[in-house]
């Protein structure tokens, strides 16, 4: 009989939330949506069914995050969000009370931090505890972050990019932009209003990135047909989009991640940076699998960026070792109730 691990490590994204069960591994990866009717403030949906919700409600309906840049945003959603999730994650197992470990942002206050350990507990979780993000990507990615060497990891989501430099299990330096996948998606609904005055919604902007978009120019550019709606004439129209142009469309932004990645390069002690530059940076997160994105970095840096295997997952991953070996890990735990 296999034993029952009551644990779980959940990835609280602002666009996903993925949970990790030891043993098992990933058994949900859902969006970070909640529908409420407005009328009498009551949960319609959760998940992947209010995310098809989006955009499409009737007007009393709205459909919306309650994780905002990587935090809390809106408590009382955001915990019934977590129950729905620990539910059912757990299935009929539900007689116990699982000890739950969820991912911060780096640049998360203790208050935010408390925010999130109540909704846990609430949620039914037997014990919570916390853990930034940075650490969990890092230890999803396979990093050693006990040794005494820097390592540099850059985690790019849909709300929040983290940079940090970790050494001996903690966080030596570390910053956190909230410009990273949905800013991406942003500029791109953005450009195609300017350039083409054609309005797109946000799934489309995310599609664009993904099929088409490139964090440098290319010279074998990608071409995608855009659907969208005329400003002018308010009617259904199509443009054809390519990979450059996206690029240009996304400058500021990118350029708002690099200079993340500066900043924590400027507070890395020189013994640190050095293991950085032998051993490079390694990008977990969603939005780091922009195409080029690493060669990006290495032409603004000077230092070699690899893409971490699994990236989308890193998070997830390191949630699970994490609670598997709370003991190796307990110093990078900031909270436990």
Request: with cysteine; aromatic share 4%.
């Given at each position: 009989?296999?034993?029952?691990?009551?644990?779980?490590g959940?990835?609280?994204?602002?666009?996903?939330?993925?949970?990790?069960?030891?043993?098992?591994?990933?058994?949900?990866?859902?969006?970070s949506?909640?529908?409420?009717?407005?009328?009498?403030?009551?949960?319609?949906?959760?998940?992947?069914?209010?995310?098809?919700?989006?955009?499409?409600?009737?007007?009393?309906?709205?459909?919306?995050?309650?994780?905002?840049?990587?935090?809390?945003?809106?408590?009382?959603?955001?915990?019934?969000?977590?129950?729905?999730?620990?539910?059912?994650?757990?299935?009929?197992?539900?007689?116990f009370?699982?000890?739950?470990?969820?991912?911060?942002?780096?640049?998360?206050?203790?208050?935010?931090?408390?925010?999130?350990?109540?909704?846990?507990?609430?949620?039914?979780?037997?014990?919570?505890?916390?853990?930034?993000?940075?650490?969990?990507?890092?230890?999803?990615?396979?990093?050693?972050?006990?040794?005494?060497?820097?390592?540099?990891?850059?985690?790019?989501?849909?709300?929040?990019?983290?940079?940090?430099?970790i050494?001996?299990?903690?966080?030596?330096?570390?910053?956190?932009?909230?410009?990273?996948?949905?800013?991406i998606?942003?500029?791109?609904?953005?450009?195609?209003?300017?350039?083409?005055?054609?309005?797109?919604g946000?799934?489309?902007?995310?599609?664009?990135?993904?099929?088409?978009?490139?964090?440098?120019?290319?010279?074998?550019?990608?071409?995608?047909?855009?659907?969208?709606?005329?400003?002018?004439?308010?009617?259904?129209?199509?443009?054809?989009?390519?990979?450059?142009?996206v690029?240009?469309?996304?400058?500021?932004?990118?350029?708002?991640?690099?200079?993340?990645?500066?900043?924590?390069?400027?507070?890395?002690?020189?013994?640190?940076?050095?293991?950085?530059?032998?051993?490079?940076?390694?990008?977990?997160?969603?939005?780091?699998?922009?195409?080029?994105?690493?060669?990006?970095?290495?032409?603004?840096?000077?230092?070699?960026?690899?893409?971490?295997?699994?990236?989308?997952?890193?998070?997830?991953?390191?949630?699970?070792?994490a609670?598997?070996?709370l003991?190796i890990?307990?110093?990078?735990?900031?909270?436990?109730?």
């Amino acid at each position: 009989m296999r034993s029952f691990s009551r644990k779980l490590g959940i990835d609280l994204g602002t666009t996903n939330i993925l949970v990790f069960v030891p043993g098992t591994g990933i058994v949900l990866n859902e969006p970070s949506v909640v529908a409420v009717s407005e009328d009498d403030n009551r949960i319609l949906a959760i998940g992947a069914e209010a995310k098809t919700m989006i955009g499409r409600t009737p007007e009393d309906i709205v459909a919306y995050r309650p994780m905002k840049d990587g935090v809390i945003a809106d408590y009382r959603v955001t915990e019934a969000m977590l129950r729905y999730y620990i539910n059912k994650s757990l299935g009929k197992w539900n007689i116990f009370k699982p000890d739950v470990l969820v991912s911060v942002p780096a640049g998360v206050t203790s208050t935010e931090r408390r925010a999130v350990i109540e909704a846990a507990l609430k949620a039914g979780a037997k014990n919570a505890y916390v853990v930034k993000e940075p650490i969990l990507a890092a230890i999803g990615a396979g990093i050693p972050i006990q040794e005494a060497a820097g390592h540099m990891i850059v985690d790019i989501g849909g709300g929040t990019t983290d940079v940090a430099v970790i050494s001996l299990g903690g966080i030596v330096a570390s910053t956190s932009v909230k410009v990273a996948g949905n800013k991406i998606d942003a500029a791109i609904q953005e450009y195609v209003k300017r350039t083409y005055n054609l309005s797109i919604g946000d799934k489309t902007a995310e599609e664009i990135k993904i099929q088409i978009g490139s964090a440098i120019p290319i010279e074998d550019e990608l071409t995608m047909k855009v659907n969208g709606r005329d400003f002018v004439l308010g009617l259904p129209r199509t443009v054809e989009l390519k990979t450059n142009e996206v690029t240009k469309a996304i400058s500021r932004e990118l350029r708002d991640m690099i200079g993340a990645i500066k900043d924590v390069f400027q507070d890395t002690p020189p013994e640190l940076s050095s293991d950085i530059i032998d051993k490079g940076i390694i990008m977990t997160g969603g939005s780091s699998q922009l195409r080029n994105f690493p060669e990006l970095v290495l032409r603004r840096t000077g230092v070699k960026a690899i893409l971490a295997k699994d990236a989308l997952y890193c998070v997830a991953l390191g949630t699970g070792i994490a609670l598997q070996h709370l003991d190796i890990y307990k110093k990078s735990i900031i909270a436990k109730k």
